[in-house]
């Protein structure tokens, strides 16, 4: 029994979930507690159902209560137990329309461009980890689209850190969640490493920036509980 999992709540009824992975600095999942159904954005590695299992214990959900499975972006360790979770109950998994047919595994998903300061991070090669199953997308988002839970959230097409990368906008809660375009790392705010497309990513996170959301949760770091939109004006890019 997984019984030490860090659970964050960010606002009401959304939380912040560390997956616990040595190759991925400070990975995270997030859950949506709705009134009926329970939303979860990204899935960790292949081997990470048991702690979103733990974490729906811990928030007095069930597996079953899944209903919405978003998926930031295609890479491993962001949807890797992703068809795991679909297998829990009847849910409709969400993806970016460009990285769908990669989570699907129709084809593999281009590799970043590296700088050399992200050779010497060590990213898992191709060919190194073992591929995550392959996942149904019941919902190709497009750019404007709105999701059914937390009163409205926003799909943003947020591409560079992949092609069909998408954000979450929470309207109504002031939250950005924004998969791996941005990424937290000792107390800063910084462009995520491992883009298909650096300037594209810049330009992302400055659509980002013009919104007025006050708190932002990353695919990997510590969340921005103030000031989201101002920390994310500001983004640097010690990696570039």
Sequence with gaps: MISDVDIQPLVADLFRVRIPAAMAHALNCYLWLGPDGVTVVDTGWADS??????ALELVGRRTSDVERIVLSHFHDDHVGSAATVAQ???STVVAGRADTPFIRDAEPGPWP???AAEQALNPPMPGTVAPPPP????HEAADGDVLDFAGGAVVLHVGGHTPGSIALHLLRLGVLLTGDLVAESRGNVIVGPFNTD???SRRSIGRLASTDA?????????AVTIDAAQR?????DPLA
């Design 49 to 54: 159902a048991p702690v979103i299992t733990r």
């Design 88 to 90: 829990w109950s009847p």
């Design 113 to 115: 461009t590296l700088t």
């Design 135 to 138: 996942c149904r997308v019941d």
């Design 198 to 200: 650096r300037d594209q």
């Design 214 to 222: 006050r708190i932002a949760g990353f695919g990997h770091g510590e």
């Design 232 to 236: 994310l004006a500001h983004c640097t």
